[in-house]
């Protein structure tokens, strides 16, 4: 395992639309809140960099596969499953298993996706496969988002420092 941060350019082809401050803003505390301690993220910006890091900065880097798998999912995911929003790819260290994190345009996240297979078996997984999950978990969400019949207007923006109000 190598240093704490790692980035690079990987990608030519614009993944996702979102800005690179709102990918980053409250990313940390979304991972937490979503992921417990102890987790690793890699996320990647609309212009194809990417960037990983654990949550405290002696966190050592996971194996180079295991990173390897983590940028392979957060591309397959944002290319065809971003929907005006970003993924983060997120791994719990201690479980071995990777999740993906949904945030919206604005940063706020509304959909983890928990891959029930160890991080050895996702690594015959075409990028189809590791999307997959992540498209049908936006899916739902967007059913379960029509059923009760929400507005954008009555949702509030947390990553836009706004508060819930009472209907």
Request: no cysteine; proline share 4%.
């Amino acid at each position: 395992m190598s240093e704490t941060t790692t980035s690079g350019r990987m990608f030519g082809a614009e993944l996702h639309r979102v800005a690179d401050r709102v990918v980053l803003r409250r990313l940390a505390s979304d991972l937490t809140e979503q992921m417990g301690p102890g987790w690793f993220a890699l996320v990647l910006f609309s212009d194809g960099r990417w960037a990983a890091r654990g949550e405290s900065a002696k966190q050592p880097m996971p194996l180079d596969a295991t990173v390897n798998l983590m940028r392979r999912a957060a591309a397959a995911l944002n290319a065809q499953t971003a929907d005006g929003g970003h993924w983060v790819v997120a791994l719990r260290p201690e479980a071995r298993e990777i999740a993906a994190l949904w945030r919206d345009g604005d940063g706020d996240a509304h959909v983890v996706v928990e891959y029930d297979q160890r991080i050895h078996a996702l690594h015959a997984w075409t990028d189809d496969q590791l999307a997959s999950p992540g498209a049908a978990a936006l899916n739902l969400y967007r059913l379960q988002v029509a059923k009760v019949d929400v507005s954008p207007e009555q949702m509030f923006r947390r990553a836009l420092g706004e508060k819930p109000t009472a209907h």
